[in-house]
Each structure stands twice: as C-alpha cells, then as structure tokens.
C-alpha cells in the first residue's frame, strides 16, 4: 500500500500524524482513502474532481503529470506540497 507524507498544514485532520499507509491503485483512490479515514481532507487537496493548481503532488520523488490518473503500487511514497507565495523581499533597487 502507498505511503502519504502528510503536510503540516493538514496534520490537523489526521490528529498530528505526519505519515499515513493508505490503500489504492491510483491516485484518485488513495485521496479517496485518506477522506474515509480522515474526513475533510479530499476538500483540502481537490477541487471537484481535480488536484488544487496550487499543490503539487510528488509520487516516488518525482512531480506528477498525470493527476488524479497517476498510478501507485505498494511502496509508492506520495508527497501533497501546498505550493508557496507571497512575502517580500528585503532587497531593494538602487
């Protein structure tokens, strides 16, 4: 079974635990796993039927391409990376 890394910002909906082993063939299933263990969390990571634009999935290190249609196996480590933005720069023009 896959392996997620779960982000800091969402530790909260699975009570601070930072690395879930959840069942499912493809991506879609496994999001679809970690909402019936931990209620709230597909609405966090998708939009409808999509991957919000604004997180980025790594499957096994590398950035997914496929979405929702990316295949896992057991041993397939998933990270969900909310993306950053923001902030300022300290630097200025002279």
């Known amino acids: 079974m896959p392996t997620v890394s779960i982000p800091s910002l969402m530790q909260n909906l699975t009570n601070g635990v930072d690395k879930v082993i959840v069942e499912g063939q493809t ?28 997180i980025a999935v790594y499957v096994d290190g590398m950035i997914s391409r496929e979405g929702m249609r990316q295949p896992v196996t057991e041993g397939t480590e998933i990270h969900f990376l909310p993306a950053l933005s923001g902030g300022s720069s300290s630097l200025t023009q002279k």
């Not at 999001?31 to 019936?36: A, P, Y």
Request: proline letters at 4%; aromatic letters at 8%; hydrophobic letters at 30%.
């Open 27 to 54: 991506l879609r299933e496994v999001v679809d796993s970690l909402e019936d263990t931990y209620p709230g969390f597909k609405a966090r990571l998708c939009d409808g039927t999509r991957i919000r634009l604004n």
